[in-house]
């Protein structure tokens, strides 16, 4: 069964630092987006991406946040200067044309210390 | 805003007792309902999903849901629970094709063997 795959599968940053998440979603699918979940807490929506661009964002992805495609098949969310506040699990899903479903990846866990 | 409640926090059950997970949300207009389940460490996984149709949908792993319109209501059942359903349970609301969804805040099931 086709995954959407995400790296690291842990990252320890310190405050003030940028990350990369990385996320490879499923490869015919055409909608990505990021959610995270703060621990103990729900999952938050972040961003949605579709035709190369961002389509939806919460008040959460602000200009410390950014989404790229780089490259046709990776999909990576960066953090321009991380806060305590963004330790949260970090999950990518993609979704195909029908609407089947999200497909979740496995998540990233940043800790910022 | 739209919003999904979840309103069983933490569920306790033994082995074979038949469980029903609450989920109602609050937009008034077409949605397509989901319910995802996080085993420990892992990522979120998708149980099963409405869209059209009959309003009783199973699942995977014995589980099934019913959407009752007029409650704004999608509750997650299942007959005879087993301890490796030990999870979180999420509910999710799906507005718009492509667009975000909404996620309840979760309801932690432990199963007692």
């Known amino acids: 069964e086709p995954e959407v795959t995400q790296t690291p599968s842990h990252q320890v940053t310190q405050m003030g630092q940028e990350v990369i998440l990385r996320c490879v979603p499923i490869?015919?699918?055409?909608?990505f987006y990021w959610y995270r979940q703060i621990l103990g807490q729900k999952v938050e929506f972040l961003v949605s991406?579709?035709?190369?661009?961002?389509?939806?964002k919460s008040e959460i992805f602000d200009d410390q946040f950014s989404v790229e495609r780089p490259d046709g098949s990776n999909f990576t969310l960066k953090i321009r200067s991380t806060k305590l506040e963004d330790s949260a699990m970090y999950f990518c899903?993609?979704?195909?044309?029908?609407?089947?479903?999200?497909?979740f990846g496995s998540g990233t866990r940043l800790t910022v210390v | 805003a739209q919003s999904v409640s979840q309103h069983n926090h933490h569920v306790i059950l033994s082995e074979a007792a038949s469980l029903e997970l609450g989920c109602n949300y609050s937009?008034?207009?077409?949605?397509?309902l989901f319910w995802y389940v996080q085993y420990p460490g892992q990522h979120l996984q998708l149980l099963l999903k409405y869209f059209s149709g009959d309003p009783l949908v199973k699942g995977i792993k014995g589980f099934e849901a019913e959407f009752i319109k007029s409650k704004f209501s999608f509750n997650l059942r299942k007959p005879s629970v087993q301890w490796s359903d030990t999870a979180e349970y999420f509910c999710?609301?799906?507005?718009?094709?492509?667009?975000?969804?909404?996620f309840g805040t979760g309801t932690s099931l432990t199963v007692i063997p």
């Open positions: 899903a993609s979704i195909g044309q029908g609407l089947t479903g999200y497909t």
């Open positions: 490869s015919n699918h055409l909608y």
């Open positions: 991406f579709y035709n190369n661009e961002i389509s939806e």
């Open positions: 999710a609301v799906n507005i718009n094709r492509g667009n975000q969804f909404y």
């Open positions: 937009y008034g207009g077409t949605v397509n």
